[in-house]
């Protein structure tokens, strides 16, 4: 099960960012994962709480954003979006093609953290907000 190995990674990768912005909290974690990744989002997402566990990443939510398959056929000259990565062939025209544009990715698209409260001048103390990162 690599998705834990995965689901390790992105907790290392997220952690610097959260501690230099001086988070005290994660509330959620954007990743984009293609239709070619070779990835289980369930299995991930069960193994994100658990890499997650004792950081402050901890009780965050991994969000999923799956990006499908797109390849582009030379002979209707336009990028198609397949099915699925069973078959290398023009929805359209039925040409085959190995030209993939998008299905690849793995990453983080972005942090969503709470920011500590503030005092602002005159004693009154702001109320907490939501950032992204």
């Known amino acids: 099960m690599?998705?834990?190995s995965i689901a390790h990674s992105l907790v290392e990768l997220a952690l610097p960012v959260v501690e230099r912005a001086g988070a005290p909290r994660?509330?959620?974690?954007?990743?984009?994962?293609?239709?070619?990744?070779?990835v289980s989002v369930d299995s991930l997402l069960f193994c994100y709480d658990i890499a997650a566990r004792s950081t402050l990443l901890e009780g965050s939510r991994l969000v999923v954003r799956e990006v499908p398959l797109v390849i582009h056929c030379a002979v209707c000259e336009r990028d198609v979006e397949l099915p699925g990565p069973l078959q290398f062939r023009c929805p359209v025209c039925e040409t085959p093609s190995g030209d993939i544009r998008q299905g690849r990715e793995l990453y983080i698209e972005g942090l969503e953290v709470d920011v500590e409260e503030e005092v602002v001048p005159g004693?009154?103390?702001?109320?907490?907000?939501?950032?992204?990162?």
């Not at 004693?123 to 990162?133: C, D």
């Open 26 to 38: 994660v509330r959620e974690v954007r990743i984009a994962v293609g239709a070619l990744a070779g």
């Open 123 to 133: 004693g009154a103390s702001a109320n907490p907000e939501e950032r992204a990162l």
């Open 2 to 4: 690599h998705e834990l």
